[in-house]
């Protein structure tokens, strides 16, 4: 399966979080979690734009090559779904937390 967000190769600078000595309200080094997916929810939003730009500008006569646009909608389909499955992943996991008996 293709990267479509090329995120994959990127994952070496993110660390897990680790607990301080003092007891484990010390913030942990890197990007958090939401910034990394702010960061990508950006990433697709900008796909879908310009995908959107390229079906405009195709329809308006302004350019001609199709096979761009057609990998552009692609590419921003892929990233959206590819972000739809986290958000998924993500509401499981938060399900499976909220059943927790504390």
Same mark, same amino acid.
Request: net charge neutral; proline share 4%; aromatic share 2%.
């Given at each position: 399966?293709? +990267?479509? /967000?090329?995120?994959?190769?990127?994952?070496?600078? /993110?660390?897990?979080?680790?607990?301080?000595?003092?007891?484990?309200?010390?913030?942990?080094?890197?990007?958090?979690?939401?910034?990394?997916? /702010?960061?990508?929810?950006?990433?697709?939003?900008? /796909?879908?734009? +310009?995908?959107?730009?390229?079906?405009?500008?195709?329809?308006?006569?302004?350019?001609?090559?199709?096979?761009?646009?057609?990998?552009?909608?692609?590419?921003? +389909?892929?990233?959206?779904?590819?972000?739809?499955?986290?958000?998924?992943?993500?509401?499981?996991?938060?399900?499976?937390?909220?059943?927790?008996?504390?």
């Amino acid at each position: 399966m293709t +990267d479509p /967000l090329g995120l994959i190769g990127k994952t070496a600078n /993110l660390q897990a979080p680790t607990l301080g000595k003092s007891g484990g309200n010390a913030p942990a080094e890197g990007p958090s979690f939401k910034d990394v997916l /702010l960061k990508n929810i950006e990433q697709v939003n900008k /796909l879908q734009q +310009d995908a959107e730009a390229a079906i405009e500008d195709i329809a308006a006569g302004r350019r001609d090559d199709m096979a761009d646009v057609m990998i552009a909608k692609q590419k921003a +389909d892929m990233a959206f779904k590819m972000l739809l499955q986290v958000r998924n992943k993500m509401m499981d996991a938060y399900d499976e937390i909220k059943q927790l008996r504390v």
